[in-house]
T-cell receptor, first 113, second 115 residues
């Protein structure tokens, strides 16, 4: 059973470009969470999704950031018009359902130049 | 929202000794407390978790204790080994949540095992 798969592992974007980060949850998991980690800091919650639904996006910046988890395919975190401050590691986690443990992927390290 | 404080930020112990990392949380309704281990360049790995209906849980050399009255929980690692060197994070769910939705993480403890 493969773990949570994220790609790409590393992504370099110029200021103003778009970044698309993908996350395939563990088999049988229908709940996906995105977190952001700045250097030397803990993880900050961004958004929680189930298939085709955003459950909680209280940690997501109001502008430029969006997330989806379609019926088919991976969850996507999209950052439009990236700025240097968006440089961070973005982690996806998945779980079977509410009130169950979450397992993290290896992350996508975004660098904005 | 939930506030999680973690101490210490850095912990250095001799190989074979025990290590203890402590966290406090603010929301008395929270009832799920996971611990994650993160090695350099990798994602957080769930190592142990505890729910509020128990006060202690063990898994080989790792244990977690929970004091709901005082709102704190601790990670205990015994007989430490070099491969235990990593950053450890505690976490708690928001506003009485019992699962992993929208966890608030501590700032992490860098555990260094001295040979």
């Amino acid at each position: 059973n493969a773990g949570v798969m994220q790609n790409p592992r590393h992504l370099v974007r110029r200021r103003g470009q778009e970044a698309r980060l993908r996350c395939s949850p563990m088999k049988g998991h229908s709940h996906v969470y995105w977190y952001r980690q700045l250097p030397e800091e803990g993880l900050k919650f961004m958004v929680y999704l189930q298939k085709e639904n955003i459950i909680d996006e209280s940690g997501m910046p109001k502008e430029r950031f969006s997330a989806e988890f379609p019926k088919e395919g991976p969850s996507i975190l999209r950052i439009q018009q990236v700025v240097r401050g968006d440089s961070a590691a973005y982690f996806c986690a998945s779980s079977v359902g509410m009130n169950t443990e979450a397992f993290f992927g290896q992350g996508t390290r975004l660098t904005v130049v | 929202g939930e506030n999680v404080e973690q101490h210490p930020s850095t912990l250095s112990v001799q190989e074979g000794d025990s290590a203890v990392i402590k966290c406090t949380y603010s929301d008395s309704a929270s009832n799920y407390f996971p611990w994650y281990k993160q090695e350099l360049g990798k994602g957080p790995q769930l190592i142990i978790d505890i729910r509020s209906n128990v006060g202690e849980k063990k898994d080989q050399r790792i244990a977690v204790t929970l004091n709901k009255t005082a709102k704190h929980f601790s990670l205990h690692i015994t007989e430490t080994q070099p491969e235990d060197s990593a950053v450890y994070f505690c976490a708690a769910p928001p506003e009485g949540g019992g699962g992993a939705d929208g966890l608030t993480f501590g700032k992490g403890t860098h555990l260094i095992i001295q040979p």
